[in-house]
Nanobody, 111 residues
Framework: QVHLVESGGGLVQAGGSLRLSCAASGTIFSINMVAWYRQAPGKQRELVAGISNSGSTNYADSVKGRFTISRDNAKNTVYLQMNSLKPEDTAVYYC?????WGQGTQVTVSS
């Protein structure tokens, strides 16, 4: 049984920072790509950032230069450092491992 547990969401003012974490259990984390998605009210879920098992990364254009995805295979954890947050970053953020989703963590950015 694979479990993904996100943490680190919250309320922050525009321009602020948050760091999301996703801890995985029940899987060989190091061989998988991992990604963060987000879903804002009334919108489709969208890819925010992904990282391969070799450390290659990709980002949505809307977050490039502001967000950084990283992973610690020894801790089975992936991180999303979010800087210069904007109100339009407000969404539920989900961790994704192929075939599995976390429960999501709310990020709210006030203007």
């Amino acid at each position: 049984q694979v479990h993904l547990v996100e943490s680190g969401g919250g309320l922050v003012q525009a321009g602020g920072s948050l760091r999301l974490s996703c801890a995985a259990s029940g899987t060989i984390f190091s061989i998988n790509m991992v990604a963060w998605y987000r879903q804002a009210p009334g919108k489709q879920r969208e890819l925010v950032a992904g990282i391969s098992n070799s450390g290659s990364t990709n980002y949505a254009d809307s977050v490039k230069g502001r967000f950084t995805i990283s992973r610690d295979n020894a801790k089975n954890t992936v991180y999303l450092q979010m800087n210069s947050l904007k109100p339009e970053d407000t969404a539920v953020y989900y961790c994704f491992l192929p075939g599995y989703w976390g429960q999501g963590t709310q990020v709210t950015v006030s203007s």
